[in-house]
């Protein structure tokens, strides 16, 4: 089998707009014409992004329908006791937490008009491992230490920051094809990481991409040097084939 001309068949078949439908990314689509809050509302959606998609949607559903029409700008202008009343929760993201997160959001937007500044990298930088933690701190602000912490993954502590990648993903790569959305296209997607979890790493291991057992940070550098032996220049499109094989396609990789 030439596992690369798989995972790039099943990139292109999977990277179609019939797969915005089911996936979370639909939140952040939905306001294409309004850049900032799509920037807002993808941030939003991936750190709830475990779980089923379905569930995923619903608690992001929910927050949205107390932002309105412009999420950003309703962060902008939001006043203590609307961000204590905004419901978004999804598992083990509690009040306290989205408190936090919420309020990070809206520093940042008031400091920067964007969330793109936040994970700019600096120079030198091939990824974005170290724009991830930076990004963190500003974000948790004085609650670095706190339990909502745990919501904004770190690569620097060994994490894999799956939710943060997928992220990024969203924010940088094209929209050509109608999932992603290319609004920091000034970022470069050949800095991109695969999103790693259970499901990814299980097929990526079966294919021989993968050696390391565990999902962490490790595993996303030794998955994203193989990874780009295939697509140097976009890397972290062949995420849809690891979930496209995965969901449909388990025959194809499954051994024994």
Request: glycine content about 8%; overall charge negative.
């Amino acid at each position: 089998m030439d596992v690369a001309a798989l995972i790039l068949e099943w990139a292109d078949r999977v990277e179609r707009p019939e797969f915005v439908a089911l996936d979370p990314v639909l939140l952040p689509r939905r306001f294409a014409d309004d850049p900032i809050s799509a920037e807002i509302v993808g941030f939003m959606a991936a750190t709830v992004a475990w779980g089923s998609r379905r569930s995923i949607i619903a608690s992001a559903e929910r927050a949205l329908a107390g932002m309105g029409d412009r999420p950003a700008q309703w962060l902008l202008e939001a006043d203590e006791d609307d961000l204590d009343a905004l419901s978004w929760r999804h598992r083990t993201l509690l009040a306290e937490d989205s408190g936090v997160l919420l309020r990070g959001l809206q520093r940042a937007l008031r400091a920067h008009g964007t969330l793109a500044e936040l994970f700019a990298l600096q120079p030198g930088e091939t990824d974005f491992f170290n724009a991830i933690d930076r990004a963190r701190t500003e974000l948790l602000g004085g609650a670095i230490a706190s339990r909502t912490a745990k919501h904004i993954a770190s690569p620097a502590a060994g994490s894999a920051a799956k939710r943060l990648h997928l992220y990024l993903r969203w924010m940088v790569r094209p929209s050509a094809r109608g999932v992603d959305l290319g609004i920091w296209s000034h970022l470069p997607k050949s800095a991109l990481s695969c999103p790693l979890d259970v499901h990814s790493g299980r097929v990526a291991r079966s294919l021989g991409l993968l050696k390391r057992s565990a999902n962490d940070a490790a595993a996303v550098r030794e998955l994203d040097a193989v990874l780009r032996t295939i697509d140097a220049e976009d890397p972290a499109r062949l995420d849809f084939a690891l979930f496209g094989l995965g969901l449909e396609a388990p025959e194809l990789w499954q051994h024994g």
